[in-house]
C-alpha cells in the first residue's frame, strides 16, 4: 500500500523560501509519477509540480514557474517541493500524490497525503 506524509510546511515571510517533503512509507514508488497539488479553502485542488518516475521530466503550474522546483530521491522514497520567492497567493494547503499505475500523464493521481499547510505572510 502507498502512504504518503508531508512534512515541511509552515510560516514564512513574503519572498522567504521552504522545501516540503513527501515520503512514501509504502511500496516502492520509482516507477511511478509523483505530482504536488495545492487547496485554498472554497477552491478545488490544482496540481502545482509534477516529475516522472525517471525524475527527467517535470511540470510547473505557470502561476510558480521560475519560482518552485519539484525533485526526487527514488533512495529514499521522497518527493520534494523547493518553493522561492513566495508569495501571499501561495497560501494553501499542500497535498502530495503518486500514481499507482503508469498512465504515461502528469495529471492523474491515486494515492494523497494528509496535507500540510503553507501560510505566506505579507
Known amino acids: 500500500q502507498v502512504q504518503l506524509v508531508e512534512s515541511g510546511g509552515g510560516l514564512v515571510q513574503a519572498g522567504g523560501s521552504l522545501r516540503l517533503s513527501c515520503a512514501n512509507s509504502g511500496r516502492a514508488f520509482s516507477t511511478y509519477a509523483m505530482g504536488w497539488f495545492r487547496q485554498t479553502p472554497g477552491k478545488e485542488r490544482v496540481i502545482v509540480a509534477a516529475?516522472?518516475?525517471?525524475?527527467?521530466?517535470?511540470y510547473a503550474a505557470d502561476s510558480v514557474k521560475g519560482r518552485f522546483t519539484i525533485s526526487r530521491d527514488g533512495a529514499k522514497n521522497t518527493v520534494y517541493l523547493q518553493m522561492n520567492s513566495l508569495k501571499p497567493e501561495d497560501t494553501a494547503v499542500y497535498y502530495c500524490a503518486a500514481q499507482g499505475l503508469p498512465y504515461g500523464s502528469l495529471f492523474q493521481y491515486d494515492y494523497w497525503g494528509q496535507g500540510t499547510q503553507v501560510t505566506v505572510s505579507s
Open positions: 516529475i516522472t518516475r525517471s525524475g527527467d521530466s517535470t
